[in-house]
């Protein structure tokens, strides 16, 4: 019997020994990950501007064009590609939509991860151009009490967000985490998509 008793001690330690070899590399890369805030691997360099902390956005629904809501939890369980601007849709308008549009497809059998909106501000909207370029675009209404409640949330240092150009990137926790600015390239919006995509868990 006392060599039982002797016996679990012994034992414990073991698994302990063997709980530390791996879990205390991978504690400590976590920390140099998220917590060191001047360590970074060169190779995880991101090409948008992170928005730190992220904005968790709210759960609402949103009105589409054609009149009916979105469900309020539109914005979690996938990644979403966000455009705010002119339902007009100019120029740059047309490139951005086009740009998401074309990110997403390239992700190949990833893609159905990802979800595109539009956020369409007045004068509201050019519905032929969008519906024949753009199917599956969720395009809804900017001057909504609930687009309100999400446009509050978004970076304006550079100008009201209805003309700054830029292209968010929603994880599908809802958070507000990334945007790339007004003209960026099309490959910077892919590369970083794809690191995102492969690293999360979710969505």
Not at 17 to 28: E, K, N, Q, T
Not at 54 to 81: C, E, K, N, Y
Not at 178 to 185: A, Q, Y
Request: one cysteine or more; aromatic letters at 8%.
């Amino acid at each position: 019997m006392n060599g039982v008793n002797r016996a679990a001690p012994r034992h414990r330690a073991i698994f302990f020994g063997v709980a530390l070899v791996f879990f205390v590399p991978l504690a400590i890369a976590t920390y140099l990950y998220y917590g060191a805030a001047t360590w970074r691997p060169s190779g995880t360099v991101n090409h948008g501007t992170l928005i730190e902390p992220v904005r968790q956005l709210p759960a609402v629904a949103l009105t589409m064009i054609d009149g009916g809501p979105t469900s309020t939890d539109f914005l979690r369980h996938r990644w979403t590609l966000i455009y705010v601007g002119s339902g007009a849709c100019d120029e740059r308008c047309r490139d951005a939509l086009y740009q998401i549009r074309q990110v997403r497809l390239a992700l190949n059998q990833d893609m159905d991860r990802v979800q595109r909106l539009f956020i369409a501000t007045e004068p509201c909207c050019d519905r032929d151009f969008l519906a024949r370029e753009h199917q599956g675009l969720v395009v809804a209404h900017g001057d909504s009490g609930a687009a309100a409640q999400l446009l509050a949330l978004f970076p304006a240092e550079a100008g009201p967000v209805a003309t700054a150009g830029r292209i968010y990137v929603v994880d599908p926790l809802g958070n507000l985490m990334m945007l790339h600015p007004r003209d960026s390239n099309p490959k910077h919006l892919l590369e970083d998509l794809k690191r995102l995509l492969k690293l999360s868990q979710i969505g």
